[in-house]
Structure formats: structure tokens, C-alpha cells
């Protein structure tokens, strides 16, 4: 279906004729960085645009009318809230605006950069303006208001408009310091070093961030799912699939320009080795036992991971400070072995829940499901235990069964997708056999995608919980599910993106040969290498389009519930069909399958006892005061500067908010909290799920109503 290997040599083969363009460098810019795109930069971008125009399965032409929506996104990504850049820096971008498709195919990323260098330095002006004006006193009795968002506002005309902008700002800053503590020159110092990270943090913006910006605008402009990642981000994006990454086991976070410890991944190295805690500071690190270290006080935190990750097996000395220590502390030096880690926080997980209906008792076995996953790598390297969705569901619905549950709930929301074949063989573990999911390539080809496995590993009733974040593989299995009617699907509209991606290596399209005939080096004046560090980075190329057995698309419509909830998250501010570049929806011819049962003699009656139930509902109640608190807060864009009237709102609206949960606290059978009383981390007030289950029992009640057309293989 996707020849890796024809593009490998086609594209290969194309870019040994043609050598990156030399050009002069961007426009310098007084007051910012002056960041310049590099050769490498310009390879790739001109490989991404051939790949996209050649092969991605929406043609598109790099002609002036796409390129004007590269430049809207772009513009966009810098400074979407109108917040740093003048009417007149618009102006001057806007000779751009037809150019940048030409310079995309010819690699040259001079007017790119030279806009983000013009931005940076709207910025850096911005941020030290708010440090001058911390020297002057405001009036907090005034009445006065500030528009923090100006999306919708025009850009800013003069600079003296801009300055009273930001003169607000900094007044609502401090404002908002002030509510909670009194103390002025306390308050005025702790926005001071503020607004001196902000400077910090954007002094270690470098190329490779201005260029992944841009390819983002780029590439989405094709279409939402077409991404380059740079070699860090794809690292970032292979670990995601994965779930798993080599390292010491710890997430970290840059804080005060210290490399600090957020959190230690239980039974990783920094765990066994009992000398690491949460807020211990990392000072330098050293690879090897005899290795030099390297400080990295104020690096960047990508460039920090790179060297602190690394294979399994091998090793890392770091100096650490521990929390609480001052910096004149003689720090300590830890030496760990590297080992691959297991983010098991983000794997298949279940949970028990017991309902009560008619004088029984049931159980139901709840599986939140995040993603969509598989360790590809581990699985080529012959592991018997590699981690996948499909085997930890399997283990999953071994430990339900023996727990004697009624019904089970595969929770999808929030999960984004991943793994197509991971979609399809999870599927496979709900019926017997039969087409999954339909994908058509380029050349309109279809392939129909089967689960050939006989068994089953569970036969008994089922119910799929989606909402609007639910997107991708989720939207096959939900989609697969419902067209057998193997089961209930229950929530919200999901995401509605129905395309394939396929992962491309940049370097194995961009070969050393290549490089050293195009004079691309590493900084060390040798040709760079395509060893085991991606040098390119990665390609996630959209290739096909994928449709449900029953010949309707995902794409844009997403997967309509049996039964609906509320949505929390805005339907006409996320999904795919919010977004002009995506593919539309259409339809393809049916599979040939067996359906298992007929749902739709049920549902209406399942929809009215919902219904009847959640019109008394307080939980539910609760739950829908939060969608309507939240689109309110949504709406406002505006802020008072008056200490008085801003103080009495966020009273306000904070007894409002804890009166609303503790009515849902209340109803799910918590105590409610008290002002400033923090909720317990097990409680779970998900009133959703809740709901979800209570749908299950009913379903599962009604089974002498529901027309079974199939019977699985395996009973249960």
C-alpha cells in the first residue's frame, strides 16, 4: 500500500541532482537574535516538499493560494492574540504573502526567519517595557478594563497604542499578585523575575524552533495530519507510540534555569537508585564512567534530555543539588545505569464498578484505553513482552472475567489514536473474524483490513465511551464496533480524522552521500552521520484515507453516538471539521460482513430511560452547570483593573465553583470541601462514566429485545 522503499530512491535520486541554493543571509534584525535558517534546513524542507507534492494522498499545488494559508498560519503561530507585533509589521510581512511556496520548493527559509526575527524582537521589547513600568505605581481603585485576548481585534497601529496595551497588562499582572498578598515591593520583585525568565527563556530559542514552527504551519496547511518533526520531536512522537523510552526514568522540567526533577518513574533507575527525589536540581552530566561532565545550569530543556538519555545499559553521572540545598552546596554525583523505561501510567488500566437495578447486582469492568499503542522496535527484536494496546487489553479481560464482571466499558476518551493495526486487532479480540477497517491509497485502491484470529477474547456485553477527543484508531474500533453491533457506543461526536500516516525516516531519503555532495556538515567539518541519532528528522505523510465496513468515512463527521452525552470540550472549536485543510467526507462501497446483533430496536428505548434518569440527576446536573460555567468564561475576553470589582467577581465565581462541585461531590457520595480544601486523589467524580455504566445494566437487561443477527465463537 505505501512504498517506503520507491520513495526512498525517487526522492534520494532527486535531491543527488539538485544542490540547497546558496542565498544570503535573512535581513538583520536590531534587537533580536538573528537567527538564520542552515543548509540542512533548506534539504529539508525542499525533501517535505516533494514528498507532500508527489505523494501525499490530497494533491495539492505549492502555488500562490496555498501559499497565503501558510502565511496566515505562520503569522498565526507567532502571535495569534495581536499581543506583540504592529499593523505595521504586518504590512511589511505581507510582501511575503505569495512568495513563501516558491521558497518552500527552493529551500529557502530567508523571509521566514527574518519574520520570526522581527517578531522575537517585538517580544524581548514587550517583556522589557513591563520591566521598566514595574518602577512606576498604579491606581487600583480605577475604573478601568483590560482586553487580554485580541484575536479578533485589529493588530496593533502605533507604538504608543502598544505601550498603554502593555501598560495594562502589567497593571492586571501585578493586580492579580495583589489580591493574594498585600506586599507591593514583594509582588513587584516576584513579576520582575517573571518577566526576567520570560527574557531567559526566549534568549535560548534557536533555529531548529523557528523551523519547526513553520513546518508545522506548512505541512498542516496540506492537510491536519501531514507533520515534520525535527530529530527531537520525533524521538518525543516515537516514544508516545511506544510507551516506553531508554533513559533514567524521570520527567523533567526547566525551573529558575535549573534542570529539575518533576517526577521519578517508579522502578527506574533514578528510583532503585534511592538517591533522586522530586525537586533535586541537575547541575552537569557526564556519559560513562570516566566521562567529563558538562555543565547545563540554563540550557534548554530539549538539549538537557538528549544528554541525558541514551541506551539501555549504558552510562550516566550527573551532579545533583538536592532540593533544599543552596547553590553553594557541594553537589552530589550519581552514577546510573540507562534502562528502558515503561510509562505505565499511560497503559491500558480497569477499574470496577457495582450498580444496582431490579433487586441484582452488577459488575462492570471499566478499561480506559489512552492510546493506541505498540513498542514496534521491541516486537522486531523478538520480545516476547513488548508492549502493546491489544496484549494489555488481553491481560486486561483475562482479570475481569476471573472477577466475575457483567459487562465491560472501553473508555476512548481523550485517546488520539495511534497504531492502525493496533485498532484492528483490538477489534479482533470483540468478535470472531471479519473486515475491520476499508483504507484507500492514492491510486483509489481499497484494502480491506480483517482480523483473522477466531477467538475472542470476551463475547460478553459491551459499551464504547467517546467524546470529541476521541480520534483516529478510536474512531475505527467505535466505528467497527457499532457497524457490527457489538456493543453500545456512548458520549459525543467524536474527533473525525479518518486518514493514514506513514512514519518516513528522513534519513534514509536524505543519505550521508547526498549530504557531503551538498557540503552539509555537523558544525565539526565532516559530513553529517545517519547513525543511530536522527540528524532529519521525520515525515508523517498522509497516504490513504481510511473508511468504516459499512462505507461511511470518519473523516470530518467523526463517529456519531448510540446514545449522546454533553460535551464539555466545544464541537465547533475542535474536531476535523473545524479545520479548511481537511479531506471532506464521502463514501465507498460497504464491506462484506456479518453484523452481530441489531442495536436499533433498543436504543430509543435505552435513550428514554436515560433521559428519564438525568432529569433528576444532581451529579449530571453539576456536570452540565460546568459546561455552561465554562462556555461563559469562554466568551469573556475582558478584564477589570478595578482591585474592588475584580476581587468580588473571583469570590464569586470561587463559591460559585465550589458550591457547583460540591454538589456533584455531594451526589456521587463524597463529603463536600471546604474553602481552600483539597480533593482527595482517589475520589472520582466522573459522573459520565458513571452514567456510562448505568447505561451498560440497562443494556444488558433489555437482552431479549436485542435481535441477534451472529453469535461469536467463543461464548461467555
Not at 177 to 202: G, P, V
Not at 274 to 300: C, M, P, S, Y
Not at 387 to 412: C, E, F, H, N, P
Amino acid at each position: 500500500m505505501f512504498k517506503r522503499f520507491y520513495f526512498v530512491l525517487a526522492v534520494g535520486a532527486a535531491l543527488a541532482c539538485h544542490a540547497a541554493p546558496t542565498s544570503a543571509p535573512p535581513i538583520k534584525v536590531p534587537g533580536s537574535n538573528n537567527l538564520e535558517p542552515t543548509e540542512q534546513q533548506s534539504l529539508v524542507c525542499k525533501t517535505v516538499a516533494k514528498f507532500i507534492s508527489q505523494y501525499n494522498y490530497k494533491k495539492v499545488d505549492l502555488n500562490d493560494s496555498l501559499s497565503a494559508v501558510i502565511y496566515n498560519r505562520y503569522i498565526k503561530s507567532l502571535d495569534e492574540t495581536h499581543t506583540y507585533l504592529l499593523a505595521s509589521d504586518i504590512q511589511d510581512f505581507d510582501k511575503y504573502k505569495n512568495s513563501l511556496s516558491d521558497d518552500i520548493k527552493n529551500g529557502n527559509l530567508n523571509d521566514v526567519y527574518y519574520i520570526f526575527n522581527v517578531f522575537q524582537k517585538r517580544y524581548q521589547d514587550r517583556i522589557k517595557f513591563s520591566i521598566a513600568q514595574l518602577n512606576n505605581n498604579f491606581d487600583f481603585s480605577k475604573k478601568e478594563t483590560f482586553t487580554y485576548d485580541r484575536t479578533d481585534l485589529p493588530w496593533v497601529g502605533s507604538q504608543a497604542e502598544m505601550d498603554r496595551e502593555w501598560t495594562k497588562r502589567v497593571k492586571y499582572d501585578l493586580l492579580n499578585l495583589t489580591l493574594a498578598d498585600k506586599d507591593m515591593a514583594k509582588n513587584k520583585e516576584k513579576l520582575k523575575k517573571r518577566y526576567e525568565d520570560l527574557l531567559s527563556q526566549n534568549s535560548k530559542l534557536n533555529g531548529n524552533d523557528v523551523f519547526q514552527i513553520f513546518m508545522d504551519d506548512f505541512t498542516e496547511a496540506i492537510d491536519p495530519h501531514t507533520n515534520y518533526f525535527d530529530p527531537f520531536n520525533a524521538a518525543q512522537f516515537n516514544m508516545e507510540m511506544s510507551r516506553s523510552l531508554q533513559g533514567i526514568g524521570a520527567t523533567l522540567q526547566s525551573k529558575n534555569e535549573y534542570v529539575t526533577i518533576q517526577s521519578v518513574v517508579a522502578g527506574g533507575p533514578a528510583d532503585k537508585s534511592h538517591q533522586i527525589n522530586t525537586g533535586d536540581r541537575i547541575l552537569a552530566v557526564a556519559q560513562g564512567k570516566d566521562g567529563e561532565f558538562q555543565d547545563i545550569i540554563g540550557w534548554r530543556l530539549d538539549n538537557a534530555i538528549k544528554l541525558i538519555r541514551g541506551n539501555k545499559g549504558t552510562v550516566v553521572k550527573l551532579k545533583i543539588l538536592p532540593q533544599g540545598k543552596a547553590v553553594s552546596d557541594q553537589p552530589k554525583v550519581i552514577e546510573l545505569v540507562r534502562d528502558k523505561i515503561v510509562l505505565k501510567d499511560q497503559l491500558v488500566k480497569q477499574e470496577i464498578k457495582t450498580y444496582n437495578s431490579n433487586g441484582k447486582t452488577y459488575k462492570v469492568g471499566i478499561i480506559n484505553v489512552p492510546a493506541f499503542y505498540a513498542d514496534f522496535n521491541a516486537a522486531r527484536a523478538g520480545d516476547a513482552n513488548y508492549q502493546s494496546t491489544t496484549r494489555d487489553m488481553r491481560l486486561v479481560l483475562d482479570t475481569l472475567k476471573r472477577a466475575g464482571v457483567t459487562g465491560i466499558i472501553v473508555d476512548l476518551r481523550e485517546n488520539g489514536g495511534g497504531s492502525l493495526n493496533e485498532a484492528i486487532s483490538l477489534t479482533g479480540l470483540f468478535i470472531k473474524t471479519g473486515p475491520v477497517v476499508q483504507v484507500r491509497d492514492t491510486q483509489d485502491q481499497v484494502d480491506v483490513n480483517k482480523d483473522e484470529d477466531p477467538s475472542v477474547a470476551y463475547a460478553g456485553p459491551m459499551a464504547v465511551l467517546v467524546d470529541r477527543f476521541s480520534a483516529s484508531a478510536s474512531e475505527i474500533f467505535a466505528g467497527a464496533i457499532q457497524d457490527y453491533g457489538r456493543g453500545l457506543i456512548i458520549g459525543t461526536q467524536t474527533y473525525g480524522k479518518g486518514t493514514v500516516q506513514s512514519e518516513i525516516d528522513l534519513d534514509k531519503v536524505i543519505t550521508p552521500s547526498i549530504a557531503e555532495k551538498l557540503g552539509l556538515t555537523t558544525g565539526a567539518k565532516k559530513p553529517v552521520s545517519t547513525g543511530s541519532v536522527n540528524q532529519y528528522g521525520q515525515l508523517n505523510l498522509t497516504i490513504a484515507k481510511f473508511y468504516r465496513i459499512s462505507g461511511n468515512s470518519t473523516q470530518h463527521k467523526g463517529v456519531i453516538p448510540d446514545i449522546q452525552f454533553p460535551s464539555l470540550i466545544p464541537l465547533d472549536k475542535y474536531g476535523e471539521d473545524i479545520d479548511p485543510s481537511a479531506l471532506p467526507f464521502d463514501v465507498i462501497a460497504k464491506s462484506n460482513y456479518a453484523r452481530v446483533a441489531d442495536l436499533s430496536s433498543v436504543i430509543p428505548s435505552l435513550t428514554k430511560i436515560h433521559n428519564q434518569r438525568i432529569a433528576t440527576s444532581a451529579s449530571y446536573k453539576a456536570y452540565e452547570q460546568t459546561i455552561a460555567d465554562y462556555r461563559k468564561s469562554e466568551k469573556e475576553k475582558t478584564v477589570t483593573l478595578n482591585e474592588q470589582e475584580l476581587k468580588k467577581q473571583r469570590d464569586d465565581d470561587e463559591a460559585r465553583t465550589l458550591a457547583r462541585d460540591n454538589s456533584l461531590r455531594v451526589a456521587l457520595g463524597y463529603k463536600p470541601l471546604k474553602k481552600g480544601e483539597t480533593k482527595p486523589k482517589k475520589e472520582d467524580l466522573d459522573p459520565l462514566k458513571l452514567e456510562a455504566g448505568q447505561i451498560l445494566v440497562d443494556y444488558i437487561n433489555m437482552d431479549n429485545k436485542i435481535t441477534k443477527v451472529a453469535t461469536p465463537a467463543t461464548s461467555y
